[in-house]
């Protein structure tokens, strides 16, 4: 079983700011098959990026995503009020179990 | 619009059982893998299983912490999908979500389309 951890566990920073979030494989992460969420409190998570890179339909430009193998990183150029969340990355694919990193919280500085 | 909508959540004892149901609509239901995601209460996320479509003969995948206890199944001419429970444990207490899985592109076997949740709580 492929383990992410991700890092920091809280962020905390302002509006305008950015935002650099790091997911850690134990192991290669094939395909890139490495894909990050949003969650906001009582909502279900969305999906931000895919491919480890990809944009998701209607996903803003200030978020990114790159890395491969086993370091990855989403990036929010400059932070909006609505972008303070949970964020979690996940290995996915077809080769079970699609694992979750724990999460790191943004928070409002 | 594409909507997942779950139902069936509520509370059942140690040991019971209880069936999910998860209402899609707004796509082609019967193209796409499907998966059920549970989340505790304050915690993070955590993969169920999966039910692959009929060109791949409806294959399952489950993970470790339910498997011989939970039963993933589909029903295409209904768009539903549905998670048996069966011999429940506290630790199974957790918001339960139904997912698409992407089958387009680059974007295939993503976890692309979520639903809102039903809530499981395993109590005596």
């Known amino acids: 079983e492929i383990v992410l951890t991700q890092s920091p566990g809280t962020l905390s920073l302002s509006p305008g700011e950015r935002a650099t979030l790091s997911c850690r494989a134990s192991?290669?992460?094939?395909?890139?098959?490495l894909a990050w969420f949003q969650q906001k409190p009582g909502q279900a998570p969305r999906l931000l990026i895919y491919g480890a890179s990809s944009r998701a339909t209607g996903i803003p430009d200030r978020f990114s995503g790159s890395g491969s193998g086993t370091d990855f990183t989403l990036t929010i150029s400059r932070l909006e009020p609505e972008d303070f969340a949970v964020y979690y990355c996940q290995r996915y694919g077809d080769s079970p179990p699609y694992t979750f990193g724990q999460g790191t919280k943004l928070e409002i500085k | 619009e594409v909507q997942l909508v779950e139902s069936g959540g509520g509370l059942v004892q140690p040991g019971g059982s209880l069936r999910l149901s998860c209402a899609a609509s707004g796509f082609t239901f019967s193209d796409h893998y499907m998966d059920w995601v549970r989340q505790a209460p304050g915690k993070g996320l955590e993969w169920v299983g999966r039910?692959?479509?009929?060109?791949?003969?409806?294959?399952?995948q489950y993970a470790a912490s339910v498997k011989g206890r939970f039963t993933i199944s589909r029903d295409d001419s209904k768009n539903s999908l549905y998670l048996q429970m069966n011999s429940l444990k506290i630790e199974d207490t957790a918001v339960y979500h139904c997912?698409?899985?992407?089958?387009?592109?680059?974007?295939?076997?993503?976890?692309?389309?979520w639903g809102q949740g039903t809530m499981v709580t395993v109590s005596s």
């Open positions: 192991q290669s992460v094939g395909s890139n098959y």
């Open positions: 997912v698409r899985i992407g089958l387009v592109g680059a974007a295939t076997r993503a976890f692309d389309v």
């Open positions: 039910i692959k479509n009929k060109a791949n003969s409806y294959s399952t």
